[in-house]
């Protein structure tokens, strides 16, 4: 059964820049898994951030950005400020109608 | 605007089934878009457990297949889960959710109800 792969955890400076990878245990994501992802904070129902790789939710702060990283998708963040410490969550469409999500990563701004 | 709302007991005993309606407001279920449920145990991550269409196809986990089963209700414009035969594993957030389908992302999301599986 493939898995999808995230980094447990991150920390990044206020300001800096991070990028958290959405990976698989067997083969390489591309945009035809239409990787999207979510931002959680405590206590709250996840929020989108970005569809489809690289297009971004409305309202989601020009900040965040997706891409396909080698063999990996990614979410950016550039210029992390201290709200964007959350978790955040990957999701991979592996066809055909199944989601699978990975297991997240916890991000701290310090 | 698209809102959705979980409700639904909040304690379940093991063995018996878990029960849950997502109501959709601002948006008629009828007129399209696949609808989920996804669920989270508390302090660990999302797990993705069905989809289902209007129109009746049906998408589930596949580890979670045996046990689920989901409808739609369009005149009361709400979707449901059940989980039958539920152990404490079982005890978790659920979230219901929207999914555009050609893009295959999550949106808006109801803000999530906790279910207790506990005698």
């Known amino acids: 059964q493939t898995v999808v792969t995230q980094e447990p955890s991150f920390s990044v400076s206020p300001g800096g820049t991070v990028t958290l990878t959405c990976g698989l245990t067997s083969g390489s994501v591309s945009t035809t898994y239409y990787p999207s992802w979510y931002q959680q904070t405590p206590g709250q129902a996840p929020r989108t951030l970005i569809y489809s790789t690289n297009t971004r939710s409305s309202g989601v702060p020009d900040r965040f950005s997706g891409s396909i990283l080698g063999n990996k998708a990614a979410l950016t963040i550039t210029g992390a400020q201290a709200d964007d410490e959350s978790d955040y969550y990957c999701?991979?469409?592996?066809?055909?109608?199944?989601?699978?999500f990975g297991g997240g990563t916890k991000v701290t701004v310090l | 605007q698209v809102q959705l709302q979980e409700s639904g007991p909040g304690l379940v005993k093991p063995s018996e089934t878990l029960s849950l309606t997502c109501t959709v407001s601002?948006?008629?279920?009828?007129?399209?878009?696949?609808w989920g449920w996804i669920r989270q145990p508390p302090g660990k991550g999302l797990e993705w457990i069905g989809s289902?269409?209007?129109?009746?196809?049906?998408y589930y986990n596949p580890s979670l297949k045996s046990r689920v089963t989901m409808s739609v209700d369009t005149s009361m414009n709400q979707f449901s889960l059940k989980l039958s035969s539920v152990t404490a594993a079982d005890t978790a957030f659920y979230y219901c959710?929207?999914?555009?389908?050609?893009?295959?992302?999550?949106?808006?999301w109801g803000q999530g109800t906790l279910v207790t599986v506990s005698s």
């Open positions: 999701v991979l469409y592996m066809t055909p109608g199944i989601w699978v």
């Open positions: 601002g948006y008629s279920i009828s007129s399209g878009y696949f």
């Open positions: 289902i269409y209007h129109s009746g196809s049906i």
């Open positions: 959710a929207r999914i555009t389908y050609a893009t295959n992302w999550f949106d808006p």
